[in-house]
């Protein structure tokens, strides 16, 4: 006789539920105080390799390789004796064996819920084969490249340390998204536990999921077409070897340039956003002339310029001197202009503006380009949103939530007004303390 949790649900709410778990990308899978399965959701029997029927009922230790199979009932009993962890409530890579044999490395993250008067442990799986795969192949063409030009070791050497870092900074966003998951998972055993509540939590989870599941998505396809990118450039480059080919090669070159500086300032702001959230950030105000750092951030943002795009600030600032901390404030102007160049097109203008009083200064960044739907506005700033009518715009959906915590961190205001087809204009204002 199978267990409730397999059995149809009854409630509107219930079939809610279900339909969430079974539609999420992710395996999740929840056993029994004996390490027996009870539920498996569609995402996890398609990574093991099995239907749902053949693992309901059988001990967990089946999906294990050894030594973890063998050593996970005396786990199982030594937690429930002393509630000491080693993956539960905490997660980390380990090995998972398929139907047929083959073990592949994969992110488990487990969680206890006390339910009914006894124990159920569930494990969120996600598959780490992938990024395991791109990387050994990053690694053995970027050895090839390096060999077969010569003239390009510079830009190898460049390229090679930037993606060495790329396979770092997926294992941080891996626990990133751990702890997404265990926030989502957490929702949900509430809503079980409290069906009263459940119509109203239920709605909440459900947006919340809409935006995270956009995320995975984005994240997904943010790091995958990069380096799609690379991976064809390098293997093109090597069939263009003749000389009158050189121009060929110079343009995967610069595929490869673009797609690695995409991925590093992919990269950059999940490092930001990391220490942002960790309270790691340090603030250094010092004195400097706002109309050269203005300059400075104009001329570094205009190779992003699409054709016939312009870029316009004001240069009337004269030699007037504020002190503010120059990182926090380059880290806002970086990420709000080169937004306005993103999303605007090619031939339109970009406005930046500074202005100067006693107490403050005031930033307008104003473009004509695509614009932010009015029912989607009230999300703008939360992390990783983007916009429906932005999914063929690369991006993150993090770098007006940087922008925003940047500008609290200098004591500041932001504010937007933005139509469809007509463009966005931001404002900020930021207090100025005069330094004697």
């Not at 909440?204 to 809409?210: I, N």
């Not at 806002?332 to 937004?339: A, D, H, K, Q, T």
């Amino acid at each position: 006789m199978k267990n409730k949790e397999n059995q149809v649900p009854r409630t509107e709410a219930e079939r809610k539920l279900k339909a969430v778990i079974d539609t999420v990308i992710d395996g999740i899978l929840t056993i029994d105080e004996r390490g027996t399965v009870e539920t498996m959701n569609p995402a996890a029997g398609k990574l093991f390799g099995y239907d749902v029927e053949e693992i309901i009922g059988q001990n967990i230790k089946v999906l294990m390789p050894q030594p973890f199979r063998k050593e996970h009932d005396g786990y199982l009993a030594r937690y429930q004796k002393t509630n000491e962890p080693r993956i539960i409530g905490i997660g980390r890579e380990v090995k998972g064996m398929r139907k047929d044999g083959s073990i592949f490395p994969l992110r488990l993250a487990v969680s206890e819920v006390k339910l009914d008067n006894r124990r159920i442990y569930t494990g969120i799986i996600h598959d780490l084969s992938n990024v395991k795969e791109a990387e050994q192949r990053i690694l053995a063409l970027n050895h090839a490249l390096e060999k077969q030009n010569e003239d390009l070791d510079n830009i190898v050497r460049e390229r090679t340390e930037k993606l060495a870092n790329v396979v770092g900074q997926l294992l941080q966003t891996n626990n990133r998204l751990e702890g997404e998951i265990k926030e989502r998972h957490r929702i949900e055993v509430a809503l079980l536990e409290n069906e009263k509540e459940l119509k109203e939590a239920l709605e909440k989870e459900k947006e919340l999921s809409e935006l995270k599941s956009r995320f995975v998505s984005i994240a997904s396809h943010e790091f995958r077409t990069p380096l799609s990118t690379v991976l064809s450039s390098i293997e093109l480059i090597e069939a263009y070897k003749k000389e009158e080919q050189h121009s060929k090669r110079e343009k995967h070159i610069n595929r490869i340039k673009n797609s690695v500086n995409f991925l590093n300032s992919v990269l950059n702001d999940f490092l930001s956003l990391s220490k942002l959230e960790n309270g790691t950030i340090e603030t250094n105000p010092e004195e400097f002339i706002l109309r050269d750092f203005c300059f400075e951030v104009v001329e570094a943002l205009k190779p992003l310029l699409k054709p016939g795009q312009r870029l316009i600030h004001n240069d009337d600032l004269g030699e007037e001197k504020v002190f503010l901390d120059k990182k926090s404030l380059r880290h806002i102007l970086f990420n709000l202009v080169s937004n306005a160049i993103k999303y605007s097109r090619e031939n339109q203008l970009i406005e930046c503006h500074a202005a100067l009083y006693p107490d403050e200064l005031k930033i307008t960044i104003k473009d004509s380009g695509i614009g932010i739907p009015k029912e989607e506005q009230k999300y703008l700033f939360t992390r990783f949103f983007r916009a429906r009518n932005v999914e063929n715009i690369q991006g993150t959906g993090l770098g007006l939530n940087i922008v925003r915590r940047y500008v609290d961190i200098l004591n500041g205001e932001i504010r937007f007004k933005s139509e469809i087809g007509e463009g966005t204009t931001f404002w900020i204002q930021i207090p100025l303390n005069r330094h004697s």
